[in-house]
């Protein structure tokens, strides 16, 4: 199993379109003029289930490029989480375009490690019994505490005041990775339903070992998301932490109501 810690931040732009109307006056008498042409019906771009709110004022003001983004966005996060939890566990580069990656793949099977926004957790992956029938030891949930102990402290309103006043540049990186008309927001909320929609193991967590990698023995299970089963190896405790931070940064970020799992 790969060791990749989730860190989940986030942000949105606002898409306008305006027509206008065209009158042409002939030279001389007044004559009709000819009814131009009907322009064809552009497709409707997909409509914003979750409009950004506004942001904290006090933290508006000019962005940077995203190329010059990092400080910035790194010195606002320490404010939030602290400079030494940030040095600790943040890649310190490429940033913005990390955590959009990671955010955007955490619903699908995988999530590309070397894009991750965070360090791996220290520690190697442990696992009781052989290649055909083994467990998850309980104590790999240790390895997660420390990065977790720092989300149970977060303040999330101030969190998503950094989010919303970087949106624009979350967007921007959004659309550049293949949705001209996406919005960032919305994926982020889908990403949140997805990670809250995990389930808790009843009990062990059965593993099997085809190759290098343990797997889930349960084939429903390995069928999941890979957010989800990143929570799942974290451990129940870790995870109801992680799930509540979540459910608090979805009620700043959006006034729809979860869905019912």
């Known amino acids: 199993m790969i060791n990749k810690p989730m860190i989940v931040v986030a942000a949105a732009v606002v898409v306008a379109a305006s027509g206008v109307a065209y009158y042409l006056h002939n030279r001389g008498a007044q004559q009709p003029v000819p009814a131009a042409a009907a322009p064809a019906t552009a497709p409707a771009e997909p409509a914003i289930q979750h409009p950004v709110p506004a942001g904290d004022s006090a933290l508006q003001g000019p962005l940077p490029a995203l190329g010059d983004s990092d400080p910035a966005i790194r010195d606002a996060l320490g404010e939030v989480a602290g400079a030494d939890a940030v040095a600790q566990y943040l890649v310190p580069d490429g940033i913005i375009r990390r955590i959009v990656v990671t955010i955007d793949n955490m619903p699908r099977q ?138 608090e940064l979805r009620a700043i970020i959006t006034t729809a109501p979860p869905p019912k799992h």
């Not at 965070?118 to 505490?145: C, I, K, M, S």
């Not at 799942?232 to 870790?238: I, Q």
């Open 110 to 247: 995988k999530v590309p490690v070397d894009k991750r926004p965070t360090f791996p957790v220290p520690g190697a992956f442990q696992a009781n019994g052989d290649e055909l029938h083994a467990t998850l030891d309980p104590r790999n949930f240790a390895r997660y505490e420390p990065v977790v102990g720092v989300l149970r402290k977060l303040d999330m309103r101030r969190l998503a005041d950094v989010y919303l006043r970087f949106y624009p540049l979350f967007q921007h990186v959004y659309q550049d990775l293949g949705y001209p008309n996406g919005y960032f927001n919305d994926r982020l909320v889908q990403v949140i339903d997805s990670l809250l929609a995990t389930p808790k193991p009843a009990g062990t967590i059965e593993l099997t070992r085809p190759n290098v990698m343990y797997t889930f023995a349960d084939p429903a299970l390995e069928a999941r998301p890979a957010g989800q089963k990143i929570l799942l190896r974290m451990g129940p405790e870790n995870a109801a932490a992680i799930k509540a931070k979540l459910v």
